[in-house]
């Protein structure tokens, strides 16, 4: 699971607003919880809404693997916009499906302006490859107990998970740009079997892939594995 920490408590203002608003509370598939920490907001405090999302929401709903924005405290103040288009859309949507979809697509929007330090994602790029985390290690100069702390902080998960959901983010951006026209052996290279597989789909996804095509009104999107290059800080 990966978790996002937003400046924000169960109510919020933003910095143009002077009433509070209730934050939306969501339970629905793939939203693990959204939950408040803090005092009484009406005293001025400042606390935290913990967004837990299952690391395969981001693909299905919104394209990317969520890590730009995995455990970090974003200032509600960059991000107002958004979150509250989100905030003034949740209550009209139809379902939980359609919820999650808007607090994903509200998230991939704010992960996309995020900006990763470039040794950093180098290294994430790495790691979703085949090396062991010893040469990896030995290449960047860093001990292997740093790489796995690193990962951890940027992704939200250890090596070898992130190395699953990012085998799992391949397997899934080929449907998205082959589709069903696409024999199916042809996208599960990288696993043992066909099996294999599908027994990683399900996990990941909580569906069968020809549920998840099913479902899907069109594979049209790009999925992320690690900030694209205009992302990086210097």
């Excluded at 990966?2 to 143009?16: K, S």
């Excluded at 991000?79 to 859309?89: F, I, K």
């Excluded at 990941?204 to 099913?214: K, Q």
Aim: hydrophobic content about 40%; aromatic content about 8%; some cysteine.
């Amino acid at each position: 699971m990966c978790t996002i920490n937003v400046g924000v408590v169960g109510q919020y203002r933003l910095p143009d607003e002077r009433q509070w608003r209730p934050f939306p509370r969501i339970a629905a598939r793939g939203i693990a919880s959204l939950s408040s920490e803090g005092r009484d907001p009406a005293a001025g405090a400042i606390g935290y809404v913990s967004v837990v999302v299952a690391p395969w929401a981001f693909p299905i709903y919104a394209g990317l693997n969520g890590a730009a924005i995995a455990n970090r405290i974003i200032d509600l103040a960059a991000v107002s916009a958004p979150w509250r288009t989100m905030g003034d859309q949740l209550p009209r949507q139809p379902d939980g499906q359609h919820r999650i979809q808007v607090v994903a697509t509200t998230l991939a929007h704010i992960a996309a302006t995020a900006r990763w330090p470039v040794r950093t994602a180098r290294l994430i790029d790495a790691i979703t490859g085949s090396a062991s985390i010893a040469t990896i290690a030995g290449d960047v100069a860093l001990s292997p107990r740093r790489v796995h702390q690193l990962c951890v902080a940027y992704t939200g998960h250890s090596p070898s998970t992130y190395r699953q959901i990012a085998r799992f983010g391949r397997l899934m951006r080929a449907l998205h740009q082959h589709g069903v026209s696409t024999p199916w052996s042809a996208h599960v290279t990288e696993y043992a079997d066909h099996s294999h597989a599908i027994r990683e789909f399900r996990r990941l996804s909580g569906m069968t892939p020809r549920r998840y095509i099913a479902t899907r009104e069109k594979l049209n999107r790009t999925y992320s594995i690690v900030p694209h290059p205009d992302r990086l800080a210097c």
